[in-house]
């Protein structure tokens, strides 16, 4: 099942700037590690905005949840969810 | 270069009905030729609503705004735009 | 897997009032149905609205969208979808 | 009497973790209790987001007001409110 | 209990003035009746718009929502409930 | 004159609990003062939040500035103002 | 006492040319007269829309909706009002 | 004297197919006049939607407004307008 | 040429006491200066709120803007600009 | 391809004043780089805020996305982005 999310990072201005380097890059392994599995299935950058929007899989919203919460810039994100479903019209197998 | 669009269509409540699934079966066919095209790569339904996210691919926002436009329900839709780029920690070649 | 959804009933002040009454007898009948059947888990009204919150248990998203596509007033309604899941400090065996 | 309650947990990156986390370990235990007194009816988390959807039964809003800000992460939380009523297309008896 | 309501009317321009006259003079009507049975607490102008701000007392939230539904211009209201109790300040002893 | 304020408190995470505390009491004996004026007519919280309704009576608005601004917890308000005035369907002699 | 109304002229695309032709002629004549006996003090246009900004003189907030419900275009009008009041470091006298 | 417009048309779905070409037409005509005369300096359409953002000069907001309101499809506009001033950091000489 | 502009003060709640009393000084002084000057029209304090609403006179925005950013709480403020033209029912000559 | 952007400068009031000057001399230096690299095409301010709106040129989103985040005030601001394309009605060659 797809989940739609807009995922709007929102650093605290007196951050620790050697901190959100760290978490930085834990975030990006944890990405990578995601996509490979096959649980985030696209991840795309808002353009002009610390910011992207993405596409999960997972086999239910509490799957969905506990992948979302376990990213390590999870605590500073705004984040706006939409179920999915599959297009009548759509061509492609997979939804 | 990459489109993301929220299409929220709204069908007056006095809409001929006959005219209505005319247009529905025409969208129907122009979203399949799009999409063989690989101009509208994702097309995925808001679970619960009459409306849909879509990414689509375009050389060129005036590209896009043709594509866009040249949909039968287009002027019943509702309709955001969000330019996308390439997010540094996807492993999706495209973008 | 459950669904929380606000539905608010826009009726058009022009509709006929029997199809209305129809419709909405219709409704009540689906309701009755989708409820004994264990998708419709629960209904309550909003006070002083015409508009009510509803939980939906569905397998996926796709028969979410499903259910609540077949309910003769889904024309007329606003809809807000939001996807649950089971909280860790609930005492509730099902989410 | 039922209320139906959005409840958006907004910590203070600031925050001291050792007291929040005395803070969520007394919010468990405090919503362990409400629900075995049958005033917090249903929990559920938000998919993708640090926040849950509550049904409270109360007497009065005057009770409920009391359950609510009895909880300890209270002061953290961004909260709405939608006051209930049986819907008259509900099997459920309670309401 | 007490409930605080915010009465936006919004008679569309198409509307008969004959029917609109007759339902304005009911609405009067039932809010004298209502006030008369101390259901309808107060009911204020807002000043330079067609609309009100009332403060209903009604046992429970099912007959406050049976009292408004019985307005005659119900229908075409845009309608704000707040559910109010008792505030520890306040020299009023109802509410 | 009858002014309408929805009070939404919002005190910052790092107040001082003892100062709070003492301003918290100066606002309890300010508001009862302002009822027993008959300067502060109504005052109901809204329940679930950190937020009150209230009604205010005053001659002119220069009037109610005074009184709301000499309020202890005034500048830690996010405040709302409606002007009232006399409903002609109101049995209430004052507005 | 003054209040600042924000007046936004929303006439239905349907209406008689002819009728509306009058209305915007009474209205005319109707601000002139309110200008004249010194109630309605300031008219602007708000610059590229059908809308204005003024400033009304009133004993109260009764007298000014008496004004506001005078006009004839007011049926199609939005309206949001602000009550003012004197500035204490404003070198006019009135307000 | 700059001015930055937001135009949104909305076409209501029942508008005659041949008076809208027509409007189009002069609108069209309009567009290219006021831009030959140097006051509409830039119009460019939004991706995606039936809107354009465009720049104005103009000498006074009367003259803006003046220029706004002679369009064709002007009363079926949603218009946003931002006053502009020159930037110290802009190295374009007008403004 | 009019500005219509809605000024909040929004100070921080850690803000020195001393140099905001300072600040306020100041303000006071440059507010009368401009006054003086013909520049600042109107400034009327909104009823219940740390807020005005001001109307500025200005030959262009770009004065207007130096204006503006020459008060010494301009960093405090929140701040919407309307650009205001006369309007043809105004028995005013300025505008 | 145009990009439209509208910058919302947020300096925190507890910003430190001369690493904010430094930042600010710097974002000088780099838009007068970015409008004679033909980048930035236009730099407006918003009158009477700390805010501009722009027009990029840039060959795809990616490098948009790349110009704005460059920008030694970005992690300040509040951004915008709309994509723009070429109008029928613009006489301008480029866009």
Same mark, same amino acid.
């Given at each position: 099942?797809?989940?739609?999310?807009?995922?709007?990072?929102?650093?605290?201005?007196?951050?620790?700037?050697? @901190?959100?380097?760290?978490? #930085?890059?834990?975030?990006?392994?944890?990405? @990578?590690?995601? #996509?490979?599995?096959? @649980?985030?299935?696209?991840?795309?950058?808002?353009?002009? @905005?610390?910011?992207? $929007?993405? $596409?999960?899989?997972?086999?239910?919203?509490?799957?969905?949840?506990? $992948?979302?919460?376990?990213?390590?810039?999870y605590?500073?994100?705004? $984040?706006?969810?939409?179920?999915?479903?599959?297009?009548?019209?759509?061509?492609?197998?997979?939804?």
């Amino acid at each position: 099942m797809l989940f739609h999310v807009f995922m709007d990072v929102r650093i605290p201005h007196d951050a620790d700037p050697e @901190k959100l380097k760290q978490l #930085q890059a834990e975030e990006h392994e944890r990405a @990578k590690e995601l #996509q490979l599995q096959g @649980k985030w299935l696209h991840l795309w950058r808002v353009a002009g @905005k610390y910011a992207n $929007i993405s $596409i999960f899989d997972a086999e239910s919203s509490a799957g969905f949840h506990a $992948i979302l919460s376990s990213l390590p810039l999870y605590p500073y994100m705004e $984040i706006e969810v939409t179920a999915l479903c599959r297009h009548p019209g759509s061509l492609e197998s997979r939804a």
